[in-house]
């Protein structure tokens, strides 16, 4: 088996050349915590960032996801219980992504959404943690709710990588496991305490930030 040697980055760095268009040379390579800046400029319609963040609490999944591909934006929460299978939600498109903006520093600066079907928060604190907050109506007009804090450990580490495609189409991917979560989720008159899950609550999170092959 043949090994390959990958470069560590371990100091802040722009994913895209000054004028946000090509690849920057100094992004290849992979890192123990987020240190890309997505500074993506023009190339409209191949632009894609998101957020997604899943709650593992032993039966229950709870997902939420803040998205802009350039032609369509996109907020959704969805939930599911592994034992039973019954799942629901909500979801949100908007052509064009107008409303929709997210940071090019992952966690930066809040993402909302407001409709009446479908009210979703992601935020960071200063200390890293991640509150999720979720009000929407399931198909049936029942209501459901989600309050959820997501902390970082101290010292925590995640997987970052540059995926070059070309030096016009790549890709930034942040993948965070394992994020003690604690918080409520709500359906009708029945709440679920997510840390009182066995094996307690877990937080899951895919930050995606490029320039997409069509």
């Known amino acids: 088996m043949q090994s390959t040697h990958e470069r560590e980055l371990t100091s802040p760095v722009d994913l895209a050349t000054a004028d946000g268009r090509r690849l920057n040379p100094a992004a290849r390579g992979w890192s123990r915590r987020p240190l890309h800046r997505a500074n993506l400029r023009g190339s409209w319609g191949r632009n894609k960032r998101w957020d997604y963040w899943a709650i593992l609490a032993g039966d229950l999944v709870v ?3 803040y998205a802009d ?3 369509v934006g996109l907020a959704n929460v969805w939930w599911a219980d592994l034992r039973t299978g019954r799942e629901g939600g909500a979801a949100l498109t908007v052509a064009g992504a107008r409303g929709f903006a997210l940071p090019d520093v992952p966690g930066s600066e809040p993402l909302r959404v407001r409709t009446p079907g479908l009210d979703l928060s992601i935020s960071d604190d200063p200390d890293g943690a991640t509150r999720l907050v979720a009000n929407w109506n399931e198909p049936d007009a029942t209501a459901a709710s ?3 804090r997501i902390s970082l450990p101290k010292n925590h580490e995640s997987l970052n990588v540059v995926i070059p495609f070309s030096d016009r189409r790549f890709q930034f991917t942040s993948k965070h496991q394992a994020r003690p979560a604690s918080g409520t989720f709500k359906l009708g008159e029945r709440s679920h305490i997510l840390e009182h899950a066995p094996g307690g609550a877990w937080g ?3 930050v995606g930030r490029g ?3 069509y």
Do not use: G, T
């Open 69 to 71: 591909v350039d032609y």
């Open 204 to 206: 899951v999170l895919d």
């Open 63 to 65: 997902s939420a996801v």
């Open 211 to 213: 320039r997409w092959p």
């Open 146 to 148: 989600l309050d959820a």
